[in-house]
């Protein structure tokens, strides 16, 4: 943490629970303990963390569609020596979450920036969907209309191994989509509830997993991995 000394406050990128809360580590819990607020996607969701660690830094909401205007007023914050701390509802802030805008201006005005090692849902889907993961395409949520077919198929011939996020209702369409631009017979694994009581990972051609989801109802937040265009790895 910052000592008496210093002229200015650090902004912490805190990676939180996306199951498990006992996957949020010691040191996470120190730093959310010890800066002056804590800025919060959805200050509901992040009160139920604090409440459960008995965390009593005040919250305050950070989250897209407020934080342009929100943060020249947390910089001058970080100016005056106030540290910060920056959580999404799940996972690591920046990442398909707030955070880019804060920490590109901390960045121009020399105002350390720590981001702590933690959950994402993306790094244990990736590594256990049998898929090769040392070379990966990191895509997040797709756009929901423009733009999603002309990204598709720019990355239909993608030879590293693609990486989505996806919501349950979605699930069948982009399966549809994956089978319309990069073939029937692409190896696919989807992940859901991630550090959840219900965690499943299935494997298969996109065509198999189709056939499952359109007969079994999707249900949980999705990781899609998709093996690259010239991927032998089944």
Wanted: net charge negative; hydrophobic share 40%.
């Amino acid at each position: 943490m910052n000592s008496a000394m210093d002229s200015v406050g650090t902004l912490y990128l805190v990676p939180t629970p996306v199951g498990n809360l006992g996957d949020l580590a010691p040191r996470s819990i120190e730093i959310l303990q010890s800066v002056q607020f804590i800025l919060a996607e959805d200050t509901r969701t992040t009160a139920k963390l604090s409440h459960h660690f008995n965390i009593e830094t005040p919250l305050k909401a950070f989250h897209q569609h407020n934080e342009h205007k929100a943060t020249p007023g947390w910089i001058q914050a970080l100016k005056t020596g106030q540290s910060l701390a920056v959580c999404s509802d799940a996972g690591t802030p920046g990442i398909s979450d707030p955070a880019f805008l804060l920490v590109r201006a901390c960045v121009d005005e020399a105002i350390p920036v720590i981001c702590l090692p933690g959950p994402t849902a993306f790094v244990p889907a990736l590594v256990s969907s049998g898929i090769p993961c040392d070379r990966f395409v990191f895509e997040g949520f797709l756009p929901h209309k423009k733009g999603r077919q002309k990204r598709l198929q720019q990355l239909a011939e993608e030879e590293r191994t693609l990486v989505f996020y996806e919501s349950p209702h979605r699930v069948v369409k982009l399966l549809e989509e994956i089978i319309t631009h990069f073939g029937e017979d692409r190896w696919v694994a989807c992940c859901r509830e991630i550090s959840k009581l219900h965690e499943q990972t299935l494997r298969g051609t996109s065509a198999s997993l189709l056939d499952h989801f359109k007969s079994t109802e999707p249900r949980g937040e999705f990781v899609v991995v998709v093996a690259g265009s010239s991927s032998e790895s089944k």
